[in-house]
């Protein structure tokens, strides 16, 4: 539908509508776990943005404002990519633009995804504040319809600081809602959010059930696959399965390489990493970890980049 919507609007001679319509595809494409293809789509459509000239679009497309919207794309596509400290500069200019033009609702939107770009550098603390100021507006503007995925994304956060009981009450429940209503990337990373936190919360069985949910449903995993499997292989991993969370590991990592998602990538062959390094597979372990770490040129205060860099120097220090 929104290839067939991007043909209208190059037939047309209206740069608006060619801008919405790669907002469509932006939006979709990224989902679908293409970031290379959407952050193609993001430029080309930034491209055309003027603030001023576009404001009214804001109520006749998405109740959102597209240059805010692509700007948050760019950064996202940009940590997928493997550039977490770009990711970080542009999500902070689209929050910028989204408090210039004083619309509610597109403020909510961008701060969701800074405190998204938070989390994935492993800002934690960030990530819990941006998403209570976006809770506060959500409720503050009685914006309705919005997804609860904030109460969620912070019960998570807060497995940190050893308050399991509460996520696992508020995990139940907030799965019960979800599966009533249609998926975004959103609520699938909030469900991979909590899946990992039941492992760390010694809830590997709920973990797996979790994860159950969304699996199940293979048009919906979207960006969020490589992860999908990942976290998989780390609750089978805790009960024993070691060849079982291999298969996992390395699915995660075939997915994330052919996408170009270098960050997940990265997470996938953290995972491995460690698991041949159990094994005595030490050497490949390093070899494997070094060749994706040693790709990055950025980031390297990030936790995923820090963790990169610890297990590297354990393996070398091990052989």
């Known amino acids: 539908m929104a290839e067939g919507l991007f043909g209208v609007a190059q037939r047309g001679n209206d740069p608006a509508l060619l801008l919405e319509a790669h907002h469509t595809l932006w939006a979709t494409i990224f989902q679908m776990g293409e970031p290379l293809l959407a952050r193609t789509h993001v430029d080309q459509g930034l491209a055309l ?11 006749l497309f998405g109740a959102h404002d597209p240059g805010v919207c ?17 990711a970080l500069q542009r999500i902070r200019e689209a929050l910028s633009l989204a408090q210039e033009l004083n619309h509610p609702f597109t403020t909510v939107y961008a701060l969701w995804d800074v405190a998204w770009i938070h989390y994935q550098r492993g800002q934690y603390q960030a990530a819990a504040e941006t998403l209570e100021a976006s809770w506060r507006l959500v409720t503050g503007q009685g914006i309705a319809g919005w997804p609860d995925t904030e109460s969620m994304v912070l019960a998570c956060l807060r497995v940190e600081e050893g308050q399991h009981d509460d996520l696992i009450a508020q995990l139940l429940k907030w799965l019960a809602a979800v599966k009533k209503r249609m998926w975004g990337w959103r609520e699938i990373f909030c469900l991979c959010l909590g899946a990992d936190a039941c492992c760390r919360a010694g809830q590997g069985a709920l973990g797996l059930q979790v994860l159950s949910e969304v699996m199940a449903e293979k048009n919906i995993q979207g960006f969020y ?3 999908l499997h990942r976290i998989k292989g780390e609750l089978l991993l805790e009960q024993g399965r070691v060849e079982d969370a291999e298969r996992c590991f390395h699915l995660a990592l075939d997915i994330a390489r052919a996408r170009q998602s270098k960050s997940l990538e990265l997470r996938g062959v953290m995972a491995l990493a460690r698991l041949l390094a159990r094994q005595g597979r030490r050497d490949e372990a390093r070899r494997i970890l070094e060749e994706t770490y040693g790709w990055f040129t950025e980031g390297f205060d990030t936790a995923d980049l820090k963790e990169a860099k610890a297990l590297l120097h354990e393996l070398a220090s091990a052989s």
């Not at 943005?49 to 109520?59: C, I, M, T």
């Open 70 to 86: 692509g700007a948050c794309y760019l950064g996202m596509t940009l940590w997928a990519l493997g550039y977490p400290d770009q």
């Open 225 to 227: 696959e490589p992860e």
């Open 49 to 59: 943005y003027d603030a001023k000239q576009h404001r009214a679009y804001v109520s």
